[in-house]
């Protein structure tokens, strides 16, 4: 329940937001973001700056928030200060990390949980958050939770969650303009609706903006499995190859797959195991790959 109040909060938020922000470009620029223009044709520039707006909007105020969002969803309690060795050790390991990948020293937490996961989110390479959960403090020996955390600082570090939130914006955008656009087109030229738009309209752009909306899925998980192959390689770096291979040989040994909300799991170390069209749609590429990418890497 509480994972679904927060999610209908975020989205209320971005929506409000989003419509001061349109209602502002119109006022301030003089720009028609209306998808008509006077004649009754498709107003192809105000569709696009819309779409835009729409898309990209959505995307950073969402990273914006990932932080808030993450402690809440998670019940991560940031140390403040060390209770005790382990969240000293966890302290230090991160501050050590940061200073070797070149960032500013990220909130370090722990939520409770029976996986084994950890994920970090933020704004920028020096406004993080890196946690772990209570499960993999238990599971794993310090040397695999060190080359977790180097996995994930490489993730700060490389500036994942901005990429990521840039393509999501991108193929967001192109979603909602095309999507509006077939349905203009089907509307007008099938159905030929004179004024306005008919049911046809908003019938055909609600199913091709879940058809596009799937297909550039593919693309934002595509770009998700590539760069957790590049923070492997990190995690190598800043821990040793044979501790961020014992790591991933850890999460494999795991009786179930680690489980992060579905607006986290991109942003932790471990992912779930697909076949086939299900691969498509995977955040992480199969450790198995994972561990035979590292052990073949050379840096």
Do not use: C
């Amino acid at each position: 329940m509480k994972r679904i109040f927060l999610f209908l909060l975020t989205n209320i938020a971005i929506l409000v937001v989003l419509s001061i922000t349109i209602s502002i470009i119109e006022a301030m620029f003089g720009v028609n973001l209306n998808q008509l223009d006077a004649a009754g044709g498709l107003n192809m520039q105000g569709l696009l700056i819309l779409a835009a707006i729409m898309g990209f909007g959505g995307s950073f105020i969402s990273l914006a928030m990932s932080k808030w969002m993450a402690k809440r969803m998670t019940g991560a309690t940031v140390i403040e200060s060390p209770r005790n060795s382990t969240e000293q050790w966890l302290v230090e390991t991160v501050r050590r990390q940061a200073k070797q990948a070149g960032i500013g020293m990220p909130e370090v937490a722990v939520y409770d949980a029976p996986d084994i996961n950890a994920f970090a989110t933020g704004m920028s390479r020096n406004n993080a958050l890196v946690a772990v959960s209570t499960g993999l403090l238990s599971a794993m020996d310090k040397d695999e939770a060190e080359a977790v955390l180097g996995h994930e600082i490489t993730h700060v570090a490389n500036g994942d969650m901005v990429t990521l939130t840039l393509i999501q914006g991108v193929v967001n955008t192109f979603v909602i303009f095309f999507s509006r656009v077939i349905g203009h087109l089907v509307d007008k030229v099938v159905f030929k609706t004179e004024r306005g738009y008919g049911p046809a309209f908003y019938i055909t752009s609600i199913f091709a903006q879940i058809v596009l909306g799937i297909l550039a899925s593919m693309i934002v998980m595509w770009f998700s499995r590539q760069r957790e192959f590049r923070a492997d390689r990190g995690g190598a770096k800043l821990a040793s190859r044979e501790k961020m291979v014992a790591a991933l040989e850890a999460l494999k040994r795991a009786h179930e797959p680690a489980q992060l909300p579905d607006q986290m799991a991109a942003f932790g170390i471990s992912g779930g195991i697909g076949h086939g069209l299900k691969r498509l749609f995977m955040s992480h590429p199969p450790l198995e790959e994972r561990i035979a990418a590292l052990k073949a890497s050379q840096f």
